[in-house]
C-alpha cells in the first residue's frame, strides 16, 4: 500500500473525511382551494391556502369577499397545516342553520412558490375593491395561487376566474388542470 492510499485510509477511518451528501430534491410549494359550495347564494365560495417553501409546516391562507359575506371581506392568516384547517372547518354558515361553510378543499404541489409574491397578488387585488363578476373569492384565490407559482400562473389549463362560478371552477377547470381530488373536511 502506497503511503497516500495509507493517508486516505486513515482519513476515512477517523472519519475526517466522509462520503458525499445525497443531493436532496428542493422541498415543493403547494396551493389548495378550498371551497363553501353553499356560498354565494349557491355559486360557491373560495378560499386559499399556500405553504412556504423551505419550511416543513407553515401556511398562508384567507379569503376575499363582499362585506356581507361569511367570512369578513379580505382576511389572511399564517399558521400550520392543522391551524388552516381548523380555521376552514370553523366558519359557520349563517344563512344555513350554522351548518359548516367550508366543506372541501383541493391541492396541487408545485416545484415553485414564492409567498412573498402571492401575498403581494393578494393586497393587489383586494385593493381593487369587491365586484361579484370581475373581483370576486375566486378572483382573489387564482391571483394568490398564480402570484405563488410561476409554474400555475403559465398552466393554461387554469382558465381566467371571470364567467365561472367558484364551484364550477372548483368541480371543472380544478380536475382538468390535474389538482388532486376534493378532499372532505
Not at 379580505?74 to 342553520?97: C, L
Not at 387585488?125 to 365586484?131: D, F, L, P, S
Request: aromatic share 12%; with cysteine; charged share 20%.
Amino acid at each position: 500500500m502506497t503511503a497516500s492510499a495509507v493517508g486516505a485510509l486513515a482519513l476515512l477511518v477517523t472519519g475526517a473525511v466522509t462520503a458525499p451528501v445525497q443531493a436532496q430534491a428542493a422541498p415543493l410549494g403547494r396551493a389548495c382551494m378550498f371551497e363553501a359550495p353553499r356560498g354565494a347564494y349557491g355559486l360557491g365560495h373560495a378560499a386559499f391556502a399556500v405553504k412556504v417553501r423551505g419550511e416543513a409546516n407553515h401556511w398562508i391562507y384567507g379569503s376575499f369577499g363582499s362585506t356581507n359575506d361569511a367570512p369578513v371581506a379580505g382576511w389572511i392568516k399564517g399558521g400550520t397545516w392543522e391551524k388552516a384547517r381548523r380555521h376552514f372547518t370553523s366558519v359557520r354558515d349563517k344563512d344555513n342553520n350554522n351548518a359548516r361553510y367550508y366543506t372541501r378543499y383541493r391541492c396541487i404541489n408545485t416545484r415553485d412558490g414564492d409567498v412573498k409574491r402571492a401575498q403581494s397578488w393578494y393586497t393587489t387585488v383586494k385593493k381593487r375593491g369587491y365586484n361579484a363578476t370581475t373581483n370576486n373569492c375566486l378572483h382573489m384565490s387564482m391571483a394568490a395561487f398564480k402570484g405563488y407559482s410561476e409554474i400555475l400562473r403559465k398552466d393554461t389549463r387554469l382558465k381566467s376566474a371571470t364567467g365561472w362560478s367558484s364551484n364550477k371552477y372548483y368541480e371543472q377547470v380544478l380536475p382538468a388542470a390535474r389538482w388532486e381530488r376534493s378532499h372532505s373536511l
